[in-house]
């Protein structure tokens, strides 16, 4: 577990790094990480706007931008966000990380009604049957399937 103090720390270190490189995108999108640790969404939500030209490279900011949006409220904008991660996911990490389900997780719940997240569960387990979290969203699936019986 990273302590407050080094998360001050790792800002004060972006913030001057940035003061000497303005335009480098991936030292905003380490800030907002760093905001989100201490638990200032806000701060965190405007370096990742600014890092958000250079989330094409990177999808996974896509998705915590996404996620970040997501818990504060803000389901119609992040799913914008949560939809250009999982459609920018590489197929390399399609079966490796856990932020690739935790971006279908996400997407599916600011899709707003439940009903709706029904294709988009059906389409990840048949398109990642060997991913590592395959259970959890069967599991998911079957559960509103039930639920909409």
Known sequence: MVKAGQVVDAIRDLQRALELAPN????????????????????????????????????????????LLLENGKALQAKGYLQKAVDAIPEDQEQETYWVFDAHRNLAIAMGPVRA?????????????????????????????????
């Open 24 to 67: 480098r995108l991936e030292a905003h999108a380490e800030l907002a990480r760093a905001y989100m640790n201490l638990g200032d969404e806000a701060k965190a939500m405007s370096e990742w706007e600014l890092a958000m030209p250079a989330a094409d490279t990177e999808p996974s900011w896509y998705a915590q931008y996404g996620k």
């Open 117 to 149: 997240a029904i294709p988009h569960w059906q389409k990840f387990v048949e398109n990642r049957p060997n991913s590592p979290y395959a259970r959890e969203a069967l599991d998911a699936l079957t559960a509103l399937v039930a639920r909409y019986r």
